[in-house]
């Protein structure tokens, strides 16, 4: 959902107005009520430099508003890279995924201090590709959605699907009232995987 020149989402109490980057300088003053805008933008097979691309948007974003990138990414260390822009970001960065590894980096980006993501209403009602639904996003997730706070476990291999460990493990999880989750990495190799992980893990700690 894009915010109009108008201002009628801000108008209508909406806290925040997601403005696709393109019209990020020219929605400097929107009214209404607290809150801010989005600088936006999702890319679909771009070729360009995604850290040139977010350089970009945080020029555009005013204090206050929020920056939103959400490229396709196919792997596990590709969601690792956009969580940690999320930690870097200080809750105002929402760096999550299309493609295969939707699911996974929205909930890395939440973990990494994104204050929220974005997911379908329903199966079948996506926007775009990969894009979870709100109960699949609410099933991976502890009671309370997710936050900086929520500690990451997981199972690794090359295939991973097949595990039952997420399952199990999510389920005792919130049983026993853990803010954590437990999920299935399926990295492209262990040394890539070790590399990427260290890099967001010492950026979390840094914070």
Known sequence: MFGSPSGAP??????????????ADRLTDLPGAAGGSLASTARRG????????MGFLRSLAAEGDL??????????????????WCVDGGRRV?????????LVSRILA????????????????????GQPSLAELRAALPPRAGAASTAIFGVVGRPVGHSL????????LRLLGFDAVFMGFEPRSSAHFGISRKSCLSSAASR
């Open 67 to 84: 920056v939103k990138f959400v490229p396709r990414v196919s792997t596990l260390e590709g969601a690792l890279t956009l969580a940690r």
């Open 110 to 129: 939440l973990a990494g201090g994104a204050p929220f993501v974005y997911a379908a209403p329903a199966a079948g009602k996506e926007t775009a590709d």
């Open 46 to 53: 771009s070729r360009e430099d995604p850290v040139g691309v």
């Open 94 to 102: 929402l760096a999550f995924a299309t493609g295969p590894a939707a």
């Open 10 to 23: 801000r108008k209508a109490g909406a806290s925040w107005v997601d403005v696709d980057w393109r019209l």
């Open 165 to 172: 460990s997420p399952l199990v493990h999510t389920i005792a």
